[in-house]
């Protein structure tokens, strides 16, 4: 059975490698809470690129929020 020229064994292989990730991905942004990727990963189909970018890159930014520089000698 060969769709489009590729062997069965090679779409069975791809299937389990993007499955494995996708599931990681999904597992590890759901922990973190990040709503938005989570959506993202599970509509979105990559062969695994996306998830493992967001594995490795993505999950491990945090949104630093600007501080202000205190003064220092005055208090009130």
Request: no cysteine; hydrophobic share 55%; net charge positive.
């Amino acid at each position: 059975m060969e769709y489009l020229g590729i062997s069965l064994w090679l779409w069975i292989v791809l299937l389990i490698w993007s499955m494995v990730w996708k599931l990681l991905a999904l597992w590890k942004s759901a922990r973190k809470s990040h709503v938005v990727w989570f959506i993202i990963l599970g509509i979105v189909n990559t062969i695994g690129i996306l998830e493992i970018l967001y594995i490795y890159v993505f999950s491990d930014m945090t949104m630093k929020a600007k501080k202000t520089p205190e003064k220092k000698g005055k208090r009130k």
